[in-house]
């Protein structure tokens, strides 16, 4: 109801009060006689009954997530350790926009803005996918792309490949369309996943060995100790993170515990070593607002290169603020949350414990941008009797909120395991930043570019994500025919 008031007020400052319905800014719901205006009664009722009407719907859509439908489906083998419950589905946007920058040259003592162009006669995109893990799965592999080159639209094939030096697959497009110079590219990618809360049985789990060997699909995450972020790997600060596991377990063997054991312990003291400070953005937003408003300041909007940024929403951003492992060790001060989940990853590799970062997407539009992503570390354990590996989740960000540490970590803890608000998280991706050989702009940016020449580093680079619910349709409800 404050809503609708607030709309029909908004909506009754705006019209004219009397006179003919000519005012753009007031278009009356009916057809009237010249010179009338409607009643503000009837107006109001009529609004307030379609804002109820709206969300009814969107309610509907929100819980419309039929445990019983097909995507719906856990693909977990049962087992007495972990399960699946509450599974919601999921359509992800993800926007990667790329244009050129400016520099400023001084013509005679004027001060002239000039766009860098590029030759692009030949260029590679790659974008994270993701698949299957410990709290999603994926109903089906359809990627939907759209590639726009300056304002023209191509709809590329892409193929999914996976790349060896990072274990995951991506999603990758190439181009050689281009012969003349360009000025902005923007990919966009839809992609579909379910996620689900969990039920972790820690006490049961504590009891299953550690293994002889690990399953290749797990295998892959003990190496590198330390995932590179954009610089490469400080050989002090790996040095340091094994000083500070040899501290910790007082120069025992790791392995003289019980796995599930040990990894609650090493993420309580990465817990109390790691200084985050709430201050401490994850992003980078004031460099794409500083971006956009150089450009916007001298440049004018281009009709055919989305509005010359004006466009552009303030709640994107240009990367993450990130640091890798190696660097935490030497310097846990100052800290983001993306930092410990880092940390905690290479400290967990370090000891044996194959060990991923998931970065999710929460879904709650209301948050600052900051609440709005999350790095979910997932360690693997092993069940050698049903061959089954188990892809644990620790959510950092919501146990440091609990005061957990080493202090209580002989305590059961939510979000450790079971967490039963994953199904309103969305996983979008396994590293910051791609392989090596690919290119991000300022910050790591989960994609990765590859250009023919190179386009040099004047680049504004502007991130999106956006998430929904995946709609239901009437086939969803129809019987299925037998054969």
């Given at each position: 109801m404050y809503v609708a008031q607030l709309i029909i007020d908004q909506w009754a400052n705006t019209c004219p009060k009397n006179g003919p319905e000519t005012d753009v800014n007031c278009a009356r719901i009916v057809l009237q006689p010249e010179?009338?205006?409607?009643?503000?009664?009837?107006?109001?009722?009529?609004?307030?009954?379609?804002?109820?009407?709206?969300?009814?719907?969107?309610?509907?859509?929100?819980?419309?997530?039929?445990?019983?439908?097909?995507?719906?489906?856990?693909?977990?083998?049962?087992?007495?350790?972990?399960?699946?419950?509450?599974?919601?589905?999921?359509d992800i946007r993800s926007q990667i926009t790329l244009q050129a920058g400016l520099y400023f040259r001084n013509n005679s003592g004027y001060r002239e803005d000039v766009t860098a162009w590029w030759d692009l006669p030949d260029f590679e995109f790659i974008y994270p996918v993701v698949r299957q893990g410990g709290f999603y799965w994926s109903p089906n592999e359809d990627v939907q792309s759209t590639l726009w080159i300056d304002h023209i639209k191509f709809k590329p094939e892409p193929e999914v490949l996976q790349t060896p030096d990072s274990h995951v697959k991506y999603v990758w497009w190439r181009s050689n369309q281009r012969d003349r110079q360009t000025r902005?590219?923007?990919l966009s990618q839809v992609s579909h996943i379910v996620s689900a809360d969990t039920v972790f049985d820690e006490k049961l789990a504590s009891e299953i060995p550690w293994p002889q060997s690990w399953p290749e699909n797990a295998g892959l995450?003990?190496?590198?100790?330390?995932?590179?972020?954009?610089?490469?790997?400080?050989?002090?600060?790996?040095?340091?993170?094994?000083?500070?596991?040899?501290?910790?377990?007082?120069?025992?063997?790791?392995?003289?515990?019980?796995?599930?054991?040990?990894?609650?312990?090493?993420?309580?003291?990465?817990?109390?070593?790691?200084?985050?400070?709430?201050?401490?953005?994850?992003?980078?937003?004031?460099?794409?607002?500083?971006?956009?408003?150089?450009?916007?300041?001298?440049?004018?909007?281009?009709?055919?290169?989305?509005g010359g940024f004006s466009s552009i929403s303030r709640s994107s951003w240009s990367g993450f603020n990130v640091r890798s492992a190696d660097q935490v060790a030497l310097d846990p001060s100052g800290s983001s949350i993306l930092d410990m989940s880092m940390m905690l990853t290479s400290v967990l590799r370090q000891v044996g414990v194959p060990a991923r970062i998931v970065v999710c997407f929460i879904n709650d539009p209301k948050a600052l941008l900051d609440e709005r992503i999350v790095a979910i570390v997932e360690f693997a354990l092993y069940?050698?009797?049903?061959?089954?590996?188990?892809?644990?989740?620790?959510?950092?960000?919501?146990?440091?909120?609990n005061g957990r540490g080493t202090n209580v970590y002989k305590q059961r803890w939510d979000?450790?395991?079971?967490?039963?608000?994953?199904?309103?998280?969305?996983?979008?991706?396994?590293?910051?930043?791609?392989?090596?050989?690919?290119?991000?702009?300022?910050?790591?940016?989960?994609?990765?570019?590859?250009?023919?020449?190179?386009?040099?580093?004047?680049?504004?680079?502007?991130?999106?994500?956006?998430?929904?619910?995946?709609?239901?349709?009437?086939?969803?409800?129809?019987p299925k025919r037998k054969p």
């Open positions: 010179g009338t205006t409607m009643p503000r009664t009837i107006i109001s009722r009529f609004l307030i009954v379609l804002i109820a009407l709206w969300s009814f719907t969107s309610v509907q859509q929100a819980s419309a997530q039929s445990s019983s439908h097909p995507d719906s489906v856990s693909p977990l083998k049962p087992n007495p350790y972990f399960r699946h419950a509450d599974p919601w589905r999921w902005s590219l923007r995450f003990l190496t590198p100790i330390v995932d590179r972020v954009v610089e490469p790997v400080n050989p002090e600060g790996q040095d340091q993170l094994a000083r500070l596991i040899d501290q910790w377990t007082q120069g025992n063997d790791p392995k003289s515990i019980s796995q599930v054991t040990l990894v609650k312990y090493l993420t309580a003291q990465v817990l109390d070593y790691v200084r985050v400070e709430r201050g401490q953005s994850q992003f980078s937003p004031t460099i794409i607002n500083g971006n956009v408003r150089s450009l916007l300041d001298g440049f004018p909007p281009d009709p055919f290169s989305f069940d050698k009797e049903r061959d089954q590996v188990l892809w644990i989740p620790i959510d950092l960000d919501r146990l440091r909120d979000y450790f395991g079971t967490h039963d608000q994953l199904h309103n998280i969305i996983p979008i991706a396994y590293y910051f930043h791609p392989p090596v050989n690919y290119k991000a702009y300022g910050y790591p940016g989960l994609y990765g570019l590859k250009t023919t020449p190179d386009i040099g580093n004047g680049v504004t680079q502007i991130i999106s994500i956006d998430v929904m619910n995946t709609p239901q349709t009437i086939d969803d409800y129809k």
